[in-house]
Nanobody, 122 residues
Framework: QVQLVESGGGLVQAGGSLRLSCAAS????????MGWFRQAPGKEREFVAAINWSGSTYYTDSVKGRFTISRDNAKNTVYLQMNSLKPEDTAVYYCAATTRRSYYHSLSYDYWGQGTQVTVSS
C-alpha cells in the first residue's frame, strides 16, 4: 500500500507559477513510476506528466516547455513545477503511483492522492 498526499495548489494569475508536491509513504518509493493527472469540472481526468524509476520524463503536449516533473527518492516526493500558467490549466491535480511501464492512462496507476486545486485567473 502507498499513501500519497499532494500539496502546493492555490490561486495564481495567468503567467504565474506554482510547484506541486506529492509526498509518498508506505512501500519503497523508488520502485514506483509517478504521474500527475488533472481533472477540470465537467471533463475527464487527463494525463499531465510522469517520471519513471530511472528519471525519464513524459509530458502531454499542452504542458511541454512549461511544466517540469521531478522526484527526490530520499524525500519520497515527486514535484510538478508549473510555469507560464494559463486559465486552461485550472483543475484538480492528482498524483499517482504505478509499477507498470505504462504512464499515460489513469488505469495504469494503482495508488492516488486526494488531489489539490489549481486555479489560474485571467
Amino acid at each position: 500500500q502507498v499513501q500519497l498526499v499532494e500539496s502546493g495548489g492555490g490561486l495564481v494569475q495567468a503567467g504565474g507559477s506554482l510547484r506541486l508536491s506529492c509526498a509518498a509513504s508506505g512501500r519503497t518509493f523508488s520502485n514506483y513510476a509517478m504521474g500527475w493527472f488533472r481533472q477540470a469540472p465537467g471533463k475527464e481526468r487527463e494525463f499531465v506528466a510522469a517520471i519513471n524509476w530511472s528519471g525519464s520524463t513524459y509530458y502531454t503536449d499542452s504542458v511541454k516547455g512549461r511544466f517540469t516533473i521531478s522526484r527526490d527518492n530520499a524525500k519520497n516526493t515527486v514535484y510538478l513545477q508549473m510555469n507560464s500558467l494559463k486559465p486552461e490549466d485550472t483543475a484538480v491535480y492528482y498524483c499517482a503511483a504505478t509499477t507498470r511501464r505504462s504512464y499515460y492512462h489513469s488505469l495504469s496507476y494503482d495508488y492516488w492522492g486526494q488531489g489539490t486545486q489549481v486555479t489560474v485567473s485571467s
